[in-house]
C-alpha cells in the first residue's frame, strides 16, 4: 500500500489571517481540499492520513459539512511541532493498518495545493528505486550563504529547493522517526537522513508552491485556473 500523511496543523502565522492558511479558499474551495483532492484522485495513493490541531476537529467537520465534502480520509491528530505531528501521522497508520515490506509512506504539506498526479507517481517511482526520496528543483536564482554581514557566493547548480511529497519506504520511515527530536529537521528527509541513509532527489515542479505568503493563494489560483 501506499500511504499519505497530509500535514495541516500548523497556524500559518506568516499569512496575516485568524484562519490557519490551509482553510484559506482558492476559487471557493479551502487549500487543504484542494491538497487533499490531488491524492485522492492519484492513481499510485492507497490511503490518506490528514493531520490538523486537535482544536481544528470540530472546524474540520463543519466544514466538510457546509461543503458536502465526502472524501474518505482519516483524520489524526497534530502536535507542537511539525516532527510530532508526523510522528502522530505514523502512529495512526501503525495503529490501523497492517504494514507490509513493500509498503511505502509520503509525506506533504497541506498547504501544496497543486501536486499533480505525474508528479506524485514520479516520486513513488523514485522511492522504489531509491527507498528515500525528495522532490525538488535547481535554484535558477544566485545564492550566499551567511548572514547580512558575513556571507559568501556559491555555486547555485548545487543547490537544490526542496518541495514535497516527500517519499520512504515504511519501516525506513518509522525507524527514523524513533529518533529523539532535533532542532535540525526541517522537513522528513532530514529526520531520515540523521540516521545515515541516502537522499535521492527526483525533479520537482515549479507549479507545486506551498502558500506561505497572502500573494502565494493569487499565484495558486493562477495555476489551478491554468490547468483546468
Same mark, same amino acid.
Given at each position: 500500500m501506499n500511504f499519505v500523511i497530509i500535514v495541516a496543523a500548523? /497556524?500559518?502565522?506568516? *499569512?496575516?489571517?485568524? %484562519?490557519?492558511?490551509?482553510?484559506?479558499?482558492?476559487?471557493? &474551495?479551502? &487549500? $487543504?481540499?484542494?491538497?487533499?483532492?490531488?491524492?485522492? =484522485?492519484?492513481?499510485?495513493?492507497? #490511503?490518506?492520513?490528514?493531520? $490538523?490541531?486537535? #482544536? *481544528?476537529? =470540530?472546524? !474540520?467537520?463543519? %466544514?466538510? %459539512?457546509k461543503r458536502q465534502y465526502n472524501t474518505a480520509v482519516h483524520l489524526a491528530f497534530g502536535g507542537s511541532t511539525r516532527f510530532k505531528s508526523v510522528k502522530n501521522g505514523l502512529a495512526y497508520? =501503525?495503529?490501523?493498518? #497492517?504494514?507490509?515490506?513493500?509498503? @511505502? $509512506?509520503?509525506?506533504?504539506?497541506?498547504?501544496r495545493p497543486i501536486v499533480s498526479d505525474s508528479l506524485i507517481t514520479r516520486a513513488f517511482q523514485g522511492a522504489y528505486t531509491h527507498k528515500a526520496i525528495v522532490l525538488a528543483q535547481k535554484s535558477i536564482e544566485? &545564492? +550566499?550563504?551567511?548572514?547580512?554581514?558575513?556571507?559568501?557566493?556559491?555555486? +547555485?547548480?548545487?543547490? !537544490? %529547493?526542496v518541495q514535497t511529497p516527500q517519499v520512504f519506504h515504511a519501516d525506513l520511515l518509522l525507524q527514523a522517526y524513533r529518533q529523539k527530536e532535533d532542532p535540525l529537521f526541517t522537513d522528513d528527509a532530514s529526520v531520515v537522513e540523521k540516521m545515515g541513509n541516502r537522499i535521492y532527489i527526483v #525533479?520537482?515542479?515549479a507549479k507545486n508552491i506551498?502558500? /506561505? @505568503?497572502?500573494?502565494?493563494l493569487q499565484i495558486a489560483q493562477f495555476y489551478l485556473n491554468l490547468i483546468k
Open positions: 500548523g /497556524t500559518g502565522s506568516r *499569512m496575516n489571517s485568524d %484562519l490557519p492558511k490551509q482553510f484559506l479558499d482558492i476559487n471557493g &474551495v479551502p &487549500v $487543504i481540499m484542494h491538497t487533499i483532492d490531488c491524492f485522492q =484522485q492519484s492513481s499510485v495513493i492507497s #490511503e490518506v492520513i490528514l493531520v $490538523i490541531s486537535k #482544536e *481544528m476537529e =470540530q472546524f !474540520w467537520i463543519d %466544514l466538510c %459539512l497508520i =501503525q495503529e490501523n493498518f #497492517e504494514l507490509r515490506t513493500s509498503d @511505502y $509512506i509520503a509525506v506533504h504539506d497541506g498547504a544566485s &545564492v +550566499r550563504i551567511g548572514n547580512s554581514n558575513s556571507n559568501s557566493t556559491t555555486d +547555485r547548480n548545487q543547490i !537544490w %529547493l #525533479e520537482g515542479d506551498k502558500i /506561505t @505568503y497572502p500573494q502565494d
